[in-house]
């Protein structure tokens, strides 16, 4: 099996472009056997660092993140791509691209600026006329008021605590010994930019994935502001029906939706696992939330899959470099948090589920892990496989 492989050029890792990755044999559909680079799929210095297909066409997009631009690119052979038209400007630190499912916009979310930016396709898969959405407004930023959340959009619970005091408290109650275990709302760790707006507790802007949700609905995540905002797409671009408010200095990163209908959200900072749900009008709200126990102050989360049958969840942990193992209770409304798992790698960026393997991408080992998943209790065992990969921080399986 074959992956295109996002990562970052030379302007803030080593890789040359768009690479691939061959997992086992080249027409097989399990990633459990030897691993091995193939070779440079394109020459990308942007940093390629985030990549996805149009689900009808030949056609690869790439967030091109160290040059705030989307391009796309075509198809030419087996393990080979070619630029199709120029590059689409997007933001600051582009990192994430999404294709809607009828291939006739893609959306870009920007790290730097908090863009998010919906990009038009045509019918042979060429991005033009960018649209900026609606900027994100702070919900903590507008009231002195603790436990009131004040924004312009609809909010999803107008009674949102001031988690960073209830964590120092609930420390203080466990001593010592359970301390620890409690999230620190009130830390806020340094992000992949390690910026100093990150360091020094500035909330800006940072939108960084959009989820395609059933009947038309994105959900995209803002990690600087704590908000999951919900859009449908327009002619005129996107519009914003509703945003989510997680807790203050969460981080919510990335997502994934499940056939239960429920929405769940990796938070970077804090290190959760969020479960978000609709009414029966469709309002979204939170209904339950999961701690990444035993991870580190310091830690961030990445990325969040789930098993083929769905019954797990998994999230990166980068710092301790681990791999928090959740399963799916109930209806999809709970979670339960099983294990912590060694990521086999330093740094996991990225990860993705095939079948009984998880690809683990270790940004900062240059390399890419392959590690069992247990067939009784989906948890990840030693790595299995392992190669060098330059800079790799997404895995995508090729169609």
Same mark, same amino acid.
């Given at each position: 099996?074959?992956?295109?492989?996002?990562?970052?050029?030379?302007?803030?890792?080593?890789?040359?472009?768009? /690479?691939?990755?061959?997992?086992?044999?080249?027409?097989?559909?399990?990633? *459990?056997?030897?691993?091995?680079? $193939?070779?440079?799929?394109?020459?990308?210095?942007?940093?390629?660092?985030?990549?996805?297909?149009?689900?009808?066409?030949?056609?690869?997009? #790439?967030?091109?993140?160290?040059?705030?631009?989307?391009?796309?690119?075509?198809?030419?052979?087996?393990?080979?791509?070619?630029?199709?038209? #120029?590059?689409?400007?997007?933001?600051?630190?582009?990192?994430?691209?999404?294709?809607?499912?009828?291939?006739?916009?893609?959306?870009?979310?920007?790290?730097?600026?908090?863009?998010?930016?919906?990009?038009?396709?045509?019918?042979?898969?060429?991005?033009?006329?960018?649209?900026?959405?609606?900027?994100?407004?702070?919900?903590?930023?507008?009231?002195?008021?603790?436990?009131?959340?004040?924004?312009?959009?609809?909010?999803?619970? #107008?009674?949102?605590?001031?988690?960073?005091?209830?964590?120092?408290?609930?420390?203080?109650?466990?001593?010592?010994?359970?301390?620890?275990?409690?999230?620190?709302?009130?830390?806020?760790?340094?992000?992949?930019?390690? *910026?100093?707006?990150?360091?020094? /507790?500035?909330?800006?802007?940072?939108?960084?994935?959009?989820?395609?949700?059933?009947?038309?609905?994105?959900?995209?995540?803002?990690?600087?502001?704590?908000?999951?905002?919900?859009?449908?797409?327009?002619?005129?671009?996107?519009?914003?029906?509703?945003?989510?408010?997680?807790?203050?200095?969460?981080?919510?990163?990335?997502?994934?939706?499940?056939?239960?209908?429920?929405?769940?959200? $990796?938070?970077?900072?804090?290190?959760?696992?969020?479960?978000?749900?609709?009414?029966?009008?469709?309002?979204?709200?939170?209904?339950?939330?999961?701690?990444?126990?035993?991870?580190?102050? /310091?830690?961030?989360?990445?990325?969040? *899959?789930?098993?083929?049958?769905?019954?797990?969840?998994?999230? /990166?942990?980068?710092?301790?470099?681990?791999?928090?193992?959740? #399963? $799916?209770?109930?209806?999809?409304?709970?979670?339960?948090?099983?294990?912590?798992?060694?990521?086999?790698?330093?740094?996991?960026?990225?990860?993705?589920?095939?079948?009984?393997?998880?690809?683990?991408?270790?940004?900062?080992?240059?390399?890419?892990?392959?590690?069992?998943?247990?067939?009784?209790?989906?948890?990840?065992?030693?790595?299995?496989?392992?190669?060098?990969?330059?800079?790799?921080?997404?895995?995508?399986?090729?169609?």
């Amino acid at each position: 099996m074959r992956f295109w492989v996002g990562a970052y050029a030379p302007d803030a890792g080593s890789a040359e472009g768009i /690479g691939i990755l061959q997992a086992g044999d080249v027409d097989s559909v399990w990633a *459990s056997g030897p691993l091995g680079m $193939v070779g440079t799929a394109v020459a990308a210095p942007g940093s390629p660092s985030w990549v996805a297909s149009h689900l009808q066409l030949d056609v690869l997009y #790439a967030a091109l993140e160290s040059e705030g631009t989307v391009q796309a690119y075509r198809r030419t052979g087996e393990t080979s791509l070619a630029p199709l038209g #120029a590059p689409v400007p997007a933001g600051a630190a582009v990192c994430h691209v999404a294709v809607a499912p009828d291939g006739t916009f893609l959306v870009a979310s920007c790290w730097g600026d908090g863009r998010v930016v919906r990009i038009a396709l045509d019918a042979t898969g060429r991005p033009s006329a960018p649209v900026i959405a609606a900027a994100a407004n702070d919900p903590y930023g507008s009231t002195d008021d603790p436990f009131v959340v004040d924004t312009g959009a609809a909010v999803s619970g #107008a009674a949102v605590p001031d988690l960073a005091a209830a964590a120092r408290a609930l420390r203080e109650a466990a001593g010592e010994e359970y301390g620890h275990l409690v999230p620190e709302y009130d830390a806020l760790p340094e992000t992949d930019a390690e *910026s100093e707006e990150a360091v020094v /507790g500035a909330r800006v802007s940072r939108a960084h994935e959009t989820i395609v949700l059933p009947r038309g609905l994105l959900a995209t995540t803002d990690m600087g502001l704590d908000l999951v905002r919900f859009w449908r797409s327009t002619d005129a671009g996107l519009r914003l029906t509703q945003e989510v408010v997680l807790p203050k200095g969460s981080g919510p990163r990335h997502g994934v939706w499940h056939p239960s209908g429920h929405l769940y959200v $990796v938070t970077e900072l804090s290190r959760e696992v969020f479960v978000l749900t609709p009414d029966a009008e469709g309002r979204w709200r939170v209904v339950s939330g999961e701690p990444l126990l035993g991870t580190l102050e /310091g830690d961030t989360a990445a990325e969040l *899959s789930t098993s083929r049958d769905g019954t797990t969840l998994y999230a /990166g942990v980068r710092g301790s470099d681990t791999i928090g193992v959740l #399963a $799916v209770r109930g209806a999809g409304e709970a979670l339960q948090f099983t294990a912590l798992a060694e990521a086999g790698t330093h740094w996991p960026r990225h990860h993705v589920v095939v079948n009984d393997t998880l690809l683990v991408a270790g940004q900062l080992a240059d390399e890419i892990v392959s590690l069992p998943l247990d067939a009784r209790t989906g948890v990840p065992g030693r790595v299995r496989h392992r190669t060098a990969s330059p800079s790799p921080t997404r895995l995508l399986p090729m169609r």
